[in-house]
């Protein structure tokens, strides 16, 4: 029995020395932003400069924001084209075949869970009894290129595609003039963008909330296997001493996006996800950690 734990451990020591020794030729690492400030993806950012710090035998590593601000679309193309290194976003098939995944849920599967953002005069239109299919009858918007248009249009809601600008401006402009019904946010999101939007007429709808499968990785340029391999040994040993629990529970939109889940008062209204051929068992990697570690180790294995 020994012997056989020596050889594994010696096996993953071989494997991810022969990441370091690439992953040290890469001196910064550039990461893509949105059109946003620079508060925007304040988490995202500390677990991954969190990941490289737990990994410094890869070696001394910088981050930096790419100079531009860009849609999901253009950080996509610029990791394919090696302009940038990681960017985060929810996934999907296209993204997953285009970059390396690195298939640990940030957001604990969070961003799947989806409420309206709606005019306050228009709440009683959606009252707790409201009929999905006159939910799906009301017209929403969505980023033109986020993942969320086509889920919510594959079952069967009417819903407009918008270029989207800093802080979302045109959605919660169109919200706020009544020319769509609704905006439909992220759970961890919507908090901040009330914050940000508050000098418009507008609200958090208070009796419904659209889920489906949905998980946000980061993800790296294909070109990068090395860099790839150490975010996946540096989350796991963020898993295990409980720094990426941390980091998630510092944030306190995070701790309000766990009261709209748990609310005992809202219809969930449980949506398919086309874009995602399957369902992660360790979403909540605080509760399956053992899971999420096996599940990155695997990944490391197969690279």
Not at 217 to 226: E, I, K, R
């Amino acid at each position: 029995m020994k012997n056989v734990f020596y050889f594994t451990v010696c096996s993953w020591l071989f494997i991810t020395t022969i990441s370091f020794s690439q992953a040290n030729e890469t001196d910064e690492i550039i990461y893509t932003r949105a059109f946003a400030d620079s508060a925007y993806g304040y988490y995202h950012v500390s677990v991954l400069q969190a990941a490289l710090n737990a990994t410094p035998e890869f070696g001394t590593t910088s981050i930096a924001p790419h100079p531009h601000p860009m849609s999901q679309s253009r950080q996509l193309a610029s990791l394919v084209k090696g302009d940038a290194d990681v960017m985060w976003s929810v996934t999907n098939q296209t993204r997953e075949q285009k970059l390396i995944p690195i298939k640990l849920p940030l957001l604990k599967g969070f961003s799947g869970h989806r409420v309206l953002v709606i005019s306050p005069e228009r709440q009683s239109d959606f009252h707790p009894q409201l009929d999905i299919n006159k939910l799906k009858s009301m017209t929403l918007v969505q980023g033109v290129d986020w993942p969320d248009l086509d889920i919510l249009q594959h079952n069967g809601f009417t819903v407009s595609g918008e270029d989207w600008s800093l802080w979302f401006q045109s959605m919660y402009f169109m919200v706020e003039k009544n020319l769509v019904d609704g905006f439909p946010r992220n759970v961890i999101e919507v908090h901040r963008d009330l914050a940000r939007h508050s000098d418009k007429t507008i609200a958090l709808e208070k009796n419904h909330i659209l889920q489906y499968p949905s998980y946000e990785y980061f993800f790296v340029s294909p070109q990068n296997t090395a860099l790839a391999n150490r975010l996946r040994v540096g989350l796991i040993r963020l898993l295990e001493n409980g720094e990426l629990s941390a980091l998630f529970e510092a944030q306190e939109g995070h701790k309000r996006a766990a009261l709209i889940v748990n609310s005992p008062t809202r219809t969930t209204h449980t949506l398919k996800n086309p874009a995602i051929p399957y369902v992660l068992n360790y979403a909540q990697w605080d509760k399956h950690a053992s899971s999420a570690i096996k599940a990155l180790r695997d990944e490391t294995n197969s690279n």
